[in-house]
């Protein structure tokens, strides 16, 4: 069956609980397998070099590492392009982001600590209603992080060399997008609301 029916199909019959293990949580990898062809006998060893890239760059642990999104899947779940193949670039349309989740508390209050000490941000109506939305729930956008300066620079001297590596020791060729999570916890919640809103936008509600 077509990766995108099944998707579909699950979408509809899952729990948002079952839908996150089977398509996010588990193994399987939508990016490796059918973009950059990598053998199956050698997908699990690849994973091991992205995971070990990335946790041994930022100095977490090893499991705490997650492509999501469309990279992992092969097709959007936002309710604005549900079921949009990831996709390069194309006239009038960037090319889809490799969405990597970081779970790390440590990471997660360092650079927290940082934007609770930026003078005046919480006072710019834009941060503020993003920020306390993403902090209360546990997570930490790369692309807030990449507007604030001096904070920019930090996170970028922070993923820098885990671009170059993943692009070098594994081809990836796509932009690379981060979030940061408080917890596994958070980030199940986070997905779960995703999916409940995919659920719904593909039921008509």
Not at 166 to 187: A, C
């Amino acid at each position: 069956m077509p990766k995108q029916k099944v998707l579909r199909n699950d979408l509809q019959l899952l729990e948002p609980k079952e839908f996150y293990m089977k398509h996010i949580v588990k193994s399987h990898n939508w990016y490796f397998s059918d973009y950059l062809h990598v053998p199956q006998d050698e997908i699990v060893d690849k994973m091991d070099c992205f995971k070990e890239i990335v946790s041994s760059t930022l100095g977490i642990n090893f499991h705490n590492v997650q492509i999501v999104g469309s990279a992992k899947m092969g097709y959007s779940l936002s309710p604005q392009k549900l079921f949009r193949p990831f996709h390069d670039e194309v006239p009038g349309m960037p090319s889809s982001d490799i969405d990597i989740a970081i779970i790390s508390e440590l990471l997660y209050q360092r650079f927290w600590s940082r934007l609770r000490n930026v003078n005046g941000l919480w006072h710019n109506k834009y941060y503020y209603k993003h920020l306390t939305e993403s902090i209360f729930r546990g997570y930490i956008n790369d692309s807030d992080l990449q507007k604030i300066t001096g904070i920019n620079e930090e996170w970028d001297d922070l993923v820098r060399p885990i671009n170059v590596l993943l692009q070098d020791k594994l081809g990836f060729v796509h932009p690379i997008t981060y979030r940061l999570y408080r917890s596994w916890d958070d980030l199940e919640d986070y997905q779960l609301i995703a999916i409940s809103k995919a659920k719904n936008s593909l039921e008509g509600n």
